[in-house]
C-alpha cells in the first residue's frame, strides 16, 4: 500500500516522542527561580533619599564609571587601534573570546513588498541579541557584553 | 487571583512541550541528558523574553532549543579537539526518540533509525513539522530559511523515510 505525504505524516504523528524525564521539570524551575530572585530582591530594595548634592555625587560617579568601562572595552575589544604608548598592551593580550551566541528575540512578518527587480518578497524584521563572552585564562575574569542586532530579510515568494 | 507553581505560564507551556523540545534537541546533540540541558537552557531564555509563554509565541521557543544545541554542539566540538578525542558523534546514544504503544514498536524503531540517517537541515525540519506541529511559515522564522527551503526539505525527509520504510512490513505504516 502506498501511503501520499499527508497520509504519511499523519502515521508518523501517531508516534509520541519520549517523555521528558519528571526531574527535569523542577531543574528548570529551579534555574527560573535563580534567574528571578536576583531581580525581585533589587526591586524590592528600598534606599533612603539621598541629599541633591550626593546624588549630584552618584550622577558623576556613574558617568565617570561608564566612561571608564566603554575605555576598556574599547582597548580591549579593538587591540589594534593606535593608542598612546602609555597603555600597557598586556591588558589586550590576556582576554580570549570563548564564547558568541546569538539568541533570536522576536521575527515580525511585514508582508508581502515589491524587491528592486520588481519580484515579489516577504520582508521579516528579526530582533537578535549577541551574546559575547571573553575570559582571561589566567585568573578566570569573564567579560560579558551583550549587543542587540536587528535585521531585515527578503525571502521570495512562490506564486503558484 | 495569585498563580500557584503548577498554572505558572511556563509550567503549562513546558508540558505541552517537554517532549517535543527534547526530541528537537536531540537532532543535534550526542545524548539525551545533553538535549534535557539544552531545553532547560532554552527554556529559562525564552522565559526571560516572553513571560507570558503564549503559543504564538512557541516558534521562538523552538528557536532558542535550537541556537542552544548549536552552541553546546560547538563547546563540545572544541572540547573534544582540546582533549585530542575523536569527533564527538552526534546521535550516537541508543536512548530512543520515542514512547511507542505496544503496537507501533518496530514501526518507532525504523522510523528512528530512517530519521538517524537523513541530513540534519532535513531531520530538523521534519521534527519541527511533524512533532513540533510548526506550520512551514513558523519553521521558516525558526530557522531563519525561505517557506520553499524548508517544504523541499520536508518533502525529501518524507521521500527519504518512505523508501527506507517501504524495506520492511510494519504494523502501522505501510510506505
Known amino acids: ?160 | 487571583m495569585t498563580s500557584t507553581p503548577s498554572d505558572e505560564p511556563w509550567r503549562i507551556c513546558y508540558r505541552e512541550l517537554a517532549p517535543k523540545l527534547i526530541l528537537f534537541a536531540r537532532q543535534w546533540v550526542p545524548s539525551i541528558a545533553d538535549a534535557e540541558d539544552v531545553v532547560q537552557t532554552a527554556l529559562v531564555k525564552f522565559w526571560r523574553r516572553q513571560p507570558d509563554a503564549l503559543p504564538e509565541h512557541y516558534p521562538l521557543l523552538y528557536s532558542a532549543v535550537r541556537s542552544t544545541a548549536l552552541d553546546q554542539l560547538r563547546g563540545d566540538h572544541r572540547r573534544a579537539r582540546r582533549e585530542a578525542d575523536p569527533a564527538v558523534d552526534v546521535l550516537r546514544e541508543d536512548q530512543p526518540f520515542f514512547d511507542p504503544g505496544v503496537d507501533q514498536r518496530e514501526t518507532a524503531v525504523f522510523v528512528e533509525q530512517a530519521m538517524r540517517r537523513l541530513p540534519p537541515e532535513q531531520r530538523e525540519v521534519l521534527a519541527l513539522r511533524i512533532w513540533g506541529e510548526l506550520t512551514f511559515a513558523e519553521i521558516a522564522e525558526t530557522l531563519g530559511e525561505s517557506i520553499n527551503t524548508v517544504a523541499s526539505r520536508h518533502r525529501y525527509a518524507l521521500e527519504a523515510l518512505r523508501r527506507v520504510l517501504k524495506s520492511y512490513e510494519p504494523e502501522r505504516i505501510r510506505a
Open chain 1, 1 to 160: 500500500m502506498n501511503l501520499n505525504e499527508s497520509e504519511l505524516e499523519e502515521q508518523l504523528r501517531l508516534l509520541r516522542p519520549r517523555a521528558a524525564n519528571p526531574e527535569l521539570e523542577e531543574r528548570v524551575a529551579a534555574a527560573m527561580s535563580r534567574e528571578i530572585v536576583p531581580a525581585a530582591a533589587i526591586l524590592r530594595r528600598s534606599r533612603p533619599e539621598a541629599a541633591p548634592f550626593v546624588r549630584w555625587l552618584q550622577g558623576i560617579g556613574w558617568a565617570v564609571a561608564g566612561a571608564a568601562a566603554a575605555v576598556a572595552a574599547i582597548v580591549i575589544l579593538n587591540p589594534r587601534a593606535d593608542r598612546p604608548a602609555g597603555i600597557a598592551a598586556v591588558t589586550v593580550e590576556v582576554f580570549e573570546p570563548t564564547e558568541s551566541t546569538e539568541e533570536l528575540v522576536t521575527a515580525e512578518d511585514e508582508g508581502l513588498v515589491l524587491a528592486s527587480d520588481q519580484e515579489l518578497v516577504r520582508q521579516v524584521r528579526y530582533h537578535s541579541l549577541e551574546r559575547h563572552v571573553w575570559v582571561n585564562p589566567q585568573t578566570g575574569a569573564r567579560m560579558e557584553f551583550e549587543i542587540p542586532r536587528e535585521d531585515l530579510r527578503f525571502m521570495p515568494v512562490a506564486m503558484q
